[in-house]
T-cell receptor
Framework: GQNIDQPTEMTATEGAIVQINCTYQTSGFNGLFWYQQHAGEAPTFLSYNVLDGLEEKGRFSSFLSRSKGYSYLLLKELQMKDSASYLCAVRRTTDSWGKLQFGAGTQVVVTP | GAVVSQHPSRVICKSGTSVKIECRSLDFQATTMFWYRQFPKQSLMLMATSNEGSKATYEQGVEKDKFLINHASLTLSTLTVTSAHPEDSSFYIC????????????????FGPGTRLTVL
């Protein structure tokens, strides 16, 4: 089995930076995904890490440390539209067909 | 590219009836489709994995006779909630993935917009 832990909720002001941490325990790690989900909508893909290090994509960056079982998603220059749930998901080599296990999600609230 | 649709987006039904939800990949052929259920303020819970032409693989605790999955083609999978009860009310989301899809590198899942099921 595997455990994926992320904070339940985070609040930040517009223009600020927020870092969402995700820790996981799994065997056969084969990649970590971050998805954004607005209320009542489907998740949308944000980033993917399989090797250690930082992946930057515009205002969003994601970091992975496989030895520590740790990832974070960094959101810079926060905008009101960034208020959403952010889901950390892990893929294992033993899971076929790209199956993912999701964390409970972190609700980010951006205030004016 | 990589658009997944679901139909219907919302459905209200009486207890004891069956409801069918369709999931379609519109501009690609999906090797695999996944069905999730999500309760309010909770994460996605994988129900089953579906490959075209074969039986679905259900997660532990998910009743395969209650949640019937048919994957008749590479672009269509259906989930039928049989004899629905109020506790089945939830947000059902499908996703599709395919290895080697142009424009993707990670075999990520592409999600449909979800179906809100309310059982009275």
């Amino acid at each position: 089995g595997q455990n994926i832990d992320q904070p339940t909720e985070m609040t930040a002001t517009e223009g600020a930076i927020v870092q969402i941490n995700c820790t996981y325990q799994t065997s056969g790690f084969n990649g970590l995904f971050w998805y954004q989900q607005h209320a009542g909508e489907a998740p949308t893909f944000l980033s993917y890490n399989v090797l250690d290090g930082l992946e930057e994509k515009g205002r969003f960056s994601s970091f992975l440390s496989r030895s520590k079982g740790y990832s974070y998603l960094l959101l810079k220059e926060l905008q009101m539209k960034d208020s959403a749930s952010y889901l950390c998901a892990v893929r294992r080599t033993t899971d076929s067909w790209g199956k993912l296990q999701f964390g409970a999600g972190t609700q980010v609230v951006v205030t004016p | 590219g990589a658009v997944v649709s679901q139909h219907p987006s919302r459905v209200i039904c009486k207890s004891g009836t069956s409801v069918k939800i369709e999931c379609r990949s519109l501009d690609f052929q999906a090797t695999t489709m996944f069905w999730y259920r999500q309760f309010p303020k909770q994460s996605l819970m994988l129900m089953a994995t579906s490959n075209e032409g074969s039986k679905a693989t259900y997660e532990q605790g998910v009743e395969k006779d209650k949640f019937l999955i048919n994957h008749a083609s590479l672009t269509l999978s259906t989930l039928t909630v049989t004899s629905a009860h109020p506790e089945d009310s939830s947000f059902y989301i499908c996703s599709a993935s395919v290895a080697g899809l142009a424009g993707t590198s990670y075999n990520e899942q592409f999600f449909g917009p979800g179906t809100r099921l309310t059982v009275l």
